[in-house]
Antibody, heavy 118, light 107 residues
Framework: EVQLVQSGAEVKKPGESLKISCKGSGYSFTSYWIGWVRQMPGKGLEWMGIIYPGDSDTRYSPSFQGQVTISADKSISTAYLQWSSLKASDTAMYYC???????????WGQGTLVTVSS | EIVLTQSPGTLSLSPGERATLSCRASQSVSSSYLAWYQQKPGQAPRLLIYGASSRATGIPDRFSGSGSGTDFTLTISRLEPEDFAVYYCQQYGSSPTFGQGTKVEIK
């Protein structure tokens, strides 16, 4: 079974750094792009960027370029999303998802809730 | 960036009724690059339709997708209790974008 399992919920203060993870299993991790999607409280889905774990080729949405860093460690089949200095507006649920075929997302991880509050 | 506009924002229907959800793109989208997702409260989105009209594995045949160019439709032929949820369309061209979602609620 193809699965993406994300790290647990985080509560952070503004200005702190954070790295959340997404571990893939049940398929060749290096052969598929992995994407990250933000969902702010009560809002819709926003595509943040994608990474190809095979060679770490990374693409960002213009809205998130420079705001986050996407990386991957293919030796442990894990992708990451990180912030160097969190803001309250980063409070959201973050999902990872595998890109399949021409680029639809399937499956999705269970989500990581990030709360940034002083 | 391609903007996707979904309508209506909320659809109030009864079980057994037909649901028709619209997704309109700001510029032409190749049919091969349009997907639909379902999201229930507290859950991650789930792929329903890809390539505008192909059902994902395990998706019941009451779900169907159609359309081309700038106008796409997701149809649920007869609503089951488990179908009440939020539905998103997505285009996956060079910079993927999602619609803002349509909530299908019980009337």
């Amino acid at each position: 079974e193809v699965q993406l399992v994300q790290s647990g919920a985080e509560v952070k203060k503004p200005g702190e750094s954070l790295k959340i993870s997404c571990k893939g299993s049940g398929y060749s991790f290096t052969s598929y792009w992995i994407g990250w999607v933000r969902q702010m409280p009560g809002k819709g889905l926003e595509w943040m960027g994608i990474i190809y774990p095979g060679d770490s080729d990374t693409r960002y949405s213009p809205s998130f370029q420079g705001q986050v860093t996407i990386s991957a460690d293919k030796s442990i089949s894990t992708a990451y999303l990180q912030w160097s200095s969190l803001k309250a507006s980063d409070t959201a649920m973050y999902y990872c998802a595998r890109h399949v075929g021409l680029g639809w997302f399937d499956p999705w991880g269970q989500g990581t809730l990030v709360t940034v509050s002083s | 960036e391609i903007v996707l506009t979904q309508s209506p924002g909320t659809l109030s229907l009864s079980p057994g009724e037909r649901a028709t959800l619209s997704c309109r793109a700001s510029q032409s989208v190749s049919s091969s690059y349009l997907a639909w997702y379902q999201q229930k409260p507290g859950q991650a989105p789930r792929l329903l339709i890809y390539g505008a009209s192909s059902r994902a594995t395990g998706i019941p045949d009451r779900f169907s997708g159609s359309g081309s160019g700038t106008d796409f439709t997701l149809t649920i032929s007869r609503l089951e209790p488990e179908d009440f949820a939020v539905y998103y369309c997505q285009q996956y061209g060079s910079s993927p974008t999602f619609g803002q979602g349509t909530k299908v609620e019980i009337k």
